[in-house]
Structures are given as C-alpha cells and as structure tokens.
C-alpha cells in the first residue's frame, strides 16, 4: 500500500498561513487525483479540498476560498496552502485519495495544525 507523509503543520496565530506538504510512496495522486482532510478533536475527519488527475481542484464551500490545493506530479507530492487561519482550523490535517476512488493510501499520522487566538 502507498504510504502517505504530511507535514507543515505547527502552531500560528489567527490570520496566519500555512503550506502543508504531503509526500506518497507512489504515484497515486497522479493516477486517483489527491484530497486534503482533518479531523479535529471529538469530530469526524472531514474533506477540505480535492484535485483530480486533471488538475482541477474542488473545495468545502466552508472554507470561503481561504485554502488551495496543488500538486507536483513528478514528486508525487501535493499541497495545502492555507490562509486567514482561524482557531477553528485547528484539527489533524491528513491527505489520501478523494473519496471513492479506487485506490486509498494507507493513512498517514497526520500533522497538526494549531490557530490561536
């Protein structure tokens, strides 16, 4: 199974920003198109943005354009730039394949994003 490697995260104050990276084993994302999730404490993991293998992207219309994804394909790698961070962003950013696609990547632990206040 590919293995899924984010980072970026850390602890910011509210309007900060934040580019979080996310590094497969493989070239899943190239094949599947990729998504960013988080799951914040005692809630469920929730999508926040896809790309498809075409390189169109998609968003939570929660996010009011705050956020954007991107890709490099040659390093398998995608991104999650993040802007005007709120406290309630704070939660454990994951990426993975979107949902429904006919592979999935073995989940990753995460980095966490912290917004004070």
């Known amino acids: 199974q590919v293995q899924l490697v984010e980072s970026g995260g850390g602890l910011v104050q509210a309007g900060g920003s934040l580019r979080l990276s996310c590094t497969a084993s493989g070239s899943i994302f190239s094949v599947n198109g990729a998504a960013w999730y988080r799951q914040a404490p005692g809630k469920q993991r929730e999508v926040l943005a896809t790309?498809?293998?075409?390189?169109?992207?998609y968003y939570s219309s929660s996010l009011k354009g705050r956020f954007t994804v991107s890709r490099d394909n040659a390093k398998n790698t995608v991104y999650l730039q993040m802007n005007s961070l709120k406290p309630d962003d704070t939660a454990v950013y994951y990426c993975?394949?979107?949902?429904?696609?006919?592979?999935?990547?073995?989940w990753g632990q995460g980095t966490q994003v912290t917004v004070s206040s």
């Open positions: 993975n394949t979107p949902p429904g696609s006919s592979a999935i990547g073995a």
């Open positions: 790309i498809t293998k075409s390189g169109n992207s």
